[in-house]
């Protein structure tokens, strides 16, 4: 059973950043090293959406377009850790933010094997 832990949620004003942390206590550093991750969000009353995701190599990124040029994905795989650098936050950023391991390059929630349990960000303006 995988445990991913998401960290650094919490309640902003519009145009503040935050920096989101989701750690895998499972997996050691090679295992970890071979998972894409993914960062997804869910805002109330709305369907799980893609936000971010970077390939196992820590060099390939892919961004949904409402964060593109705002949002940074990064990972440590010595401390199994992927990041969700977020700036110039808005209103509409609101949801539970999850992270998610894959073994595939894909943005389809469905694609993810693991998942988070969430943390929740809430911008206010």
């Known amino acids: 059973q995988v445990q991913l832990t998401e960290s650094g949620g919490e309640s902003v004003q519009a145009g503040d950043s935050l920096r989101l942390s989701c750690t895998d206590s499972e997996h050691p550093e090679h295992s970890y090293s071979t998972f894409d991750m993914g960062w997804f969000r869910q805002a109330p009353g709305k369907e799980r959406e893609f936000v971010a995701r970077i390939g196992a190599d820590a060099e390939n990124t892919y961004y949904a377009d409402s964060v593109k040029g705002r949002f940074i994905i990064s990972r440590d795989n010595a401390k199994t850790a992927v990041y969700l650098q977020m700036n110039n936050l808005t209103p509409d950023d609101t949801a539970v933010y999850y992270c998610?391991?894959?073994?595939?390059?894909?943005?389809?929630?469905?694609?993810?094997?693991?998942w988070g349990q969430g943390t929740q960000v809430t911008v206010s303006s």
């Open positions: 998610a391991q894959s073994n595939m390059w894909s943005n389809r929630a469905s694609d993810y094997l693991s």
